[in-house]
């Protein structure tokens, strides 16, 4: 050892043995001692003030029940019958293609509304989230694409101040006026009688705020069931009670409705942007600057009859019922720690931090005291977590003491009466909040999440606490940086099928959903099928009420799974190989993926069960992979492959004219792309041609189909030879389907990718 070690160690030794540990335990505890008075006064302070709203409450119930004896709120049939005003829906967007085509699809579909049109703010760079919305432009006529021309994400209140440019430029090209706007997310689920209560409630005030609650989840999820406890209760007695006593409500950016003077007095104020750029919350900006303005804003609590549907008992399907709801927006909010703590952070740091900063105190004493409110969480958020960790310390003591008795006392926390005092009147501020908790969370979602609502309050300080501190962190970085506090925008999830409880497990219903076919063409196939059967989907092919793509999608979605359109000549031959034409025809079925241990394949019809196992059989018999994956394809495209994917020689002639065009610069990858479905959508199958010839039923078709499976002979062929068809009935249905053989030049005309002209100079080239 070197003398500098041995000096190192010599003084290390001298400062341990001259280290009073007993005094520091001691200066350690008395901190302890001042803090826990810190925590006593700061939580006694916040549980007056959560007193005060909770008697509010009650008496706010009481006037309103005494009110309604002489004067009820208006009855649904009479909202109902109500004149209709616009309403134009706002749905700000970044990065949500995954949800925002149900979202828009289930809000059509749900509203018992006529005059109303929805207008999603997206950004150039954003694409997916644009061919999505486009997507829905095309099927629901009361859908608008609101372009974005800054890149995003910019801020909620940029995108909406867009969206809003875009309604006033189509009151510009239409004539027609929006008396209402109304703002949403792309993850709302809303309610079938909202916009008949804004259109009733609105008429006298600059803004409605409807309420706003989670969606149920498994039990389990505690992080995603915190917020369940919390917008029951906010939205249940905070907000009513704030609504009552200030005139005022704080938006909570969905289910807010502005009348036509509001948004028009936010355009003057703030030069034609009504919404507050510099602000996370613009929520809660705008609601305080209309009251401000002199607008007065309230809450609506409303209870309808809503109609319903769910699982007959003694029968398949689903049977309606009718039951009183709540007018509510229903979400998912976030399930994951970190996403929790940076959305609670982005409030957090809207409303309590910059709205203390740009709002300041204004108005009367009742409105200072909501804001007051508002930002108290910058201080009973680290208090909380403080007397939790107080709680441990204390704890950890106590257990000490039992393990070894011999341990030198320390004096208690609490170190005089009125502290003592103090901390047993929080004890029963604390279980007088646990009981309003309870009581919000059991009323409005059930007993079954009651009994953990204790573990998710000590949960939903923790995630307050994590959301202050990032808070803070982002705003002193920003006020060092003077680096602008971009839009911290949370992922969102949208409910599936079940649960949303809609009757979407029929075809027709799914069909119905997206806009693919309407009323009248249903119920004609629907009439159609009980005098002569045909599968909803073929019959409705069959009279072009819809299109294969759409009935591929209606598939997928009844199923589970995903679908796709299938180009057969980018299909590896060696995953061709795993069926036989024939047994891909048999089957409706085709390979076209395989990786891994799986097999992927498309299916332009659902199969039984029974054949699903035969197919699968067959594509697992090389035991190269161990288990199929499912997906659905345009019926045009499967049979299309089933003709021409194990023989493309004869799709020749078609490639070169396609390569042609490339070459000559006519058409681009998107063109060839979009000219080879149109090619794919003119080819049919020989048996559907038969059935809408009139030439054979669907029934006896199936039953030919099974007897023929195994026998070399041609399906016409076959048809014929059983007496089924006439040979003059094959030879028109072979004439119809070579009507859909692969003409590319003509194809390509048809569909405007190019001019006459070209197609002359393209035929030219390929005679020569």
């Known amino acids: 050892m070197t003398a500098s070690a041995s000096a190192i160690i010599d003084a290390a030794a001298s400062a341990w043995a001259s280290f009073d540990a007993a005094g520091a335990a001691q200066a350690y505890w008395r901190t302890l001692q001042v803090l826990t008075a810190v925590a006593a006064v700061v939580i006694f302070v916040s549980s007056i003030d959560d007193l005060f709203i909770d008697l509010a409450y009650w ?23 109500a004149l209709e005003q616009s309403i134009a829906i706002m749905v700000p967007a970044w990065h949500e293609a995954e949800v925002i085509a149900t979202m828009i699809a289930n809000t059509v579909n ?95 005030y600059g803004m409605l705020q409807l309420p706003v609650l989670s969606m149920n989840r498994p039990w389990t999820q505690l992080i995603a069931c915190h917020y369940l406890d919390e917008f029951a209760e906010f939205h249940g007695k905070d907000l009513p009670v704030r609504s009552a006593l200030s005139g005022m409500t704080p938006s909570a950016g969905v289910a807010t409705a502005f009348s036509r003077a509001a948004i ?47 699982q007959a008992w003694f029968d398949k399907g689903q049977v309606p019922y009718q039951r009183r709801e709540l007018v509510a927006t229903k979400e998912y909010f976030p399930d994951r720690w970190t996403t929790s703590v940076r959305q609670k952070a982005r409030w ?83 279980l007088n909040r646990l009981f309003y908790r309870l009581w919000f969370t059991g009323r409005t979602h059930g007993l079954g999440y009651v009994w953990l609502a204790p ?25 060092i940086t003077r680096k602008s506090i971009t839009w911290d925008k949370t992922d969102h999830a949208f409910p599936s099928a079940s649960e949303l409880k809609l009757r979407r497990g029929r075809l027709g219903d799914i069909l119905s959903f997206w806009n693919h076919v309407v009323p009248g063409d249903l119920d004609a196939a629907l009439r159609a099928q009980k005098h002569r059967y045909r599968p909803l989907g073929l019959a409705l092919l069959d009279r072009a009420a819809i299109t294969d793509d759409d009935l591929a999608e209606a598939f997928a979605e009844q199923a589970g799974v995903d679908w796709e359109g299938v180009d057969p000549l980018a299909v590896d031959p060696n995953v061709l190989r795993k069926l036989t034409p024939r047994q891909a025809g048999v089957y409706g079925a085709v390979p076209i993926r395989n990786g891994g241990e799986r097999v992927e394949v498309v299916l332009a019809e659902p199969l039984s069960r029974g054949a699903r196992t035969e197919l699968e059989a067959l594509l697992l018999a090389g035991k190269e992979a161990s288990r199929v994956v499912y997906r659905f394809a345009p019926l045009s495209d499967v049979a299309f492959a089933v003709r021409w994917a194990w023989a493309p020689a004869g799709l020749q002639p078609a490639i070169s004219s396609v390569a042609l065009l490339r070459r000559l610069g006519l058409i681009d990858e998107a063109g060839e792309a ?34 023929r499976n195994g026998t070399p002979s041609l399906l016409g062929d076959h048809l014929a030879g059983q007496g089924l068809i006439t040979p003059a009935d094959l030879a028109a249905a072979l004439a119809r389907q070579a009507e859909g053989a692969p003409r590319v030049l003509d194809t390509a005309l048809a569909l405007g990718l190019i001019a006459e002209g070209d197609a002359e100079r393209a035929r030219a080239e390929i005679t020569v």
């Not at 573990?455 to 006020?479: D, E, Q, T």
């Not at 149109?678 to 039953?703: F, M, W």
């Open 348 to 430: 957090m740091l809207g409303i309590s931090i910059m709205g203390w900063r740009q709002l300041g105190w204004f108005g009367d004493l009742s409105n200072r005291y909501f804001l007051f409110r508002d930002r108290k969480a910058l201080f009973t958020a680290p208090t909380g977590v403080m007397a939790y960790i107080l709680l441990l310390q204390q704890l950890a003591y106590w257990g000490a003491e039992r393990i070894d008795p011999d341990l030198e006392g320390l004096p208690p926390l609490v170190t005089s009466h009125w502290l003592e005092v103090l901390v047993m009147v929080n004890l029963g501020f604390l």
């Open 674 to 707: 979009h000219l080879w479905r149109a090619v794919r959508a003119g080819h049919h199958r020989l048996g559907d041609i038969l059935v809408r010839a009139g030439a054979i039923d669907h029934e006896s078709l199936q039953k030919a189909l099974a007897a």
């Open 59 to 81: 008496w706010v119930s009481l006037g309103t029940f005494l009110r309604r004896l002489w004067r009820p709120p208006p009855s649904r049939d009479r909202l109902a019958r």
């Open 264 to 310: 028009d007095a936010l355009r003057a104020e703030r030069n034609n942007e009504p919404f507050n750029t510099g602000s996370l919350t613009e929520d809660y900006d705008v609601a305080h600057r209309l009251h401000r303005l002199g607008f007065e804003s309230r809450f609506i609590r409303y209870y309808a009859r809503t109609t319903r549907y769910r």
């Open 110 to 204: 749900t509203y018992q509304y006529q005059r109303f049109h929805i207008f999603v703010g997206v950004y150039a760079n954003d694409p997916d989230t644009r061919a999505e919305v486009d997507r829905m432009r095309r099927k629901f006529p009361n859908v608008h694409r609101a372009d974005v021309p800054n890149a995003g994400p910019t801020s909620k209140a940029d995108c909406l101040n867009w969206i809003i440019q875009n309604v006033l430029l189509t009151e510009e090209q239409t004539g027609e006026l929006f008396d209402i706007f109304l703002m949403h997310d792309a993850e709302d689920v809303v309610h079938p009688f909202e916009l008949k209560t804004v259109n009733g409630f609105l008429n006298g």
């Open 455 to 479: 573990v998710r309050m000590i949960l939903a300080n923790l995630i307050g606490f994590g959301a202050f501190w990032r808070a803070m962190r982002i705003f002193v970085v920003h006020l």
